[in-house]
């Protein structure tokens, strides 16, 4: 492989994350659980959003049953909690600064895929709504998979599904979960810190670059992310 070529051979994709990285439903998300927890009786924490991103739905209605005593089966909760957040979105959904730009710029040199926590309505609902889905060879949710992020499996699968190889690959995410996920899966991974919930400093250390907004992103930058890789290895 040669980096200085600008396009990369067909081993080489480029893996966003949807919540938090090219939208701002992370918000979206407390609003909704906090809202549903209360009313069905169970309780609140103030970190109870940031211990779920990147939890699988399964696992985060099992937390909502178990840590926040709401008193519904675990698939109950998740049916409901995802259909609400469908609703919110439909209303509109909140798109970063920058985020429809800089598809457009890496796509035009990158094959694309996402791989996200959201379940798949609510992924599907996010690119009906923005017209993203043009851009993306692939979409992954992790219930697809069998562990969600900080495990690798959600990336891994993305790159499988897309035939990319993770060592000549980058991810774009902005969370510590994220992070590590797309880290163990062996990706180049670009950071930009969700404001609200921003990622530990373990998890930033693992970034091979971290920028301060989708303003920054663009191919070149991911050409010199990939090529101090490759360099290193030499």
Known sequence: MDPSAGRFESAAAVIFDLDGTLVETEQIWRDVRRQFAVQRGGRWRDDAQETMIGMRTAEWARYM????AVPLPAEEIARLVVDGVVARLRKGVPI????????????????????????????ETVLAQTGWAKYFQTVVSADEVARGKPAPDVYLRALATIRAEGSHSAAVEDSSNGIRSAHAAGLATIAIPNREFLPDAAALALAARTLPA?????????????????????
């Open 96 to 123: 970063l600064p920058g985020a429809e730009a800089a598809l457009q710029r890496v796509a035009g040199a990158f094959r694309l895929g996402l791989a996200t926590s959201a379940a798949r309505p609510v992924a």
């Open 65 to 68: 049953r178990d840590d926040l």
């Open 214 to 234: 989708l303003s920054a992103l663009d191919a070149a930058v991911i050409v010199s992310v990939l090529r101090s890789r490759y360099e290193a290895r030499s």
